[in-house]
């Protein structure tokens, strides 16, 4: 699952956009209303859930009044490096199955946040 966050806006009215390829992606996001941080400050959370792909770009997309133009936040260099990092924990996990009699559990988290 992917999250980013758009932090101290205002006014409220906020359009967040999940990306793959440069298309906008409907299926699999959610995200929170603008939430208040009781300062005339807003936040808001948009969670996207997918498996990665070779070579897919996934960005992240903030359209708001007090920007120019949207700000797009790219996620495809870090989705590369998580499926080699991925790739690399599943051959040292098998080489250590091999080589040894214990048990091991494996536990895998990607979080990450963008603050505007």
């Known amino acids: 699952m992917l999250v980013c966050s758009a932090y101290d806006f205002y006014p409220k009215q906020i359009r967040v956009t999940w990306l793959r390829d440069g298309k906008e992606v409907t299926s699999d ?11 005339w400050l807003y936040q808001i959370h948009s969670y996207l859930e997918f498996t990665p792909k070779p070579g897919e770009k996934i960005t992240f997309m903030v359209e708001h009044e007090s920007l120019k133009e949207p700000k797009l936040y790219d996620w495809g260099e870090n ?6 990092g991925l790739l690399f924990s599943v051959a040292g996990f098998i080489y250590y199955k091999t080589t040894s009699n214990g048990e091991t559990i ?3 988290k990607l979080k990450k946040h963008f603050y505007n």
């Open 29 to 39: 996001v959610t995200s929170t209303d603008e939430l208040p941080n009781g300062n």
């Open 79 to 84: 989705i590369s490096g998580l499926l080699l």
């Open 106 to 108: 494996v536990h895998f």
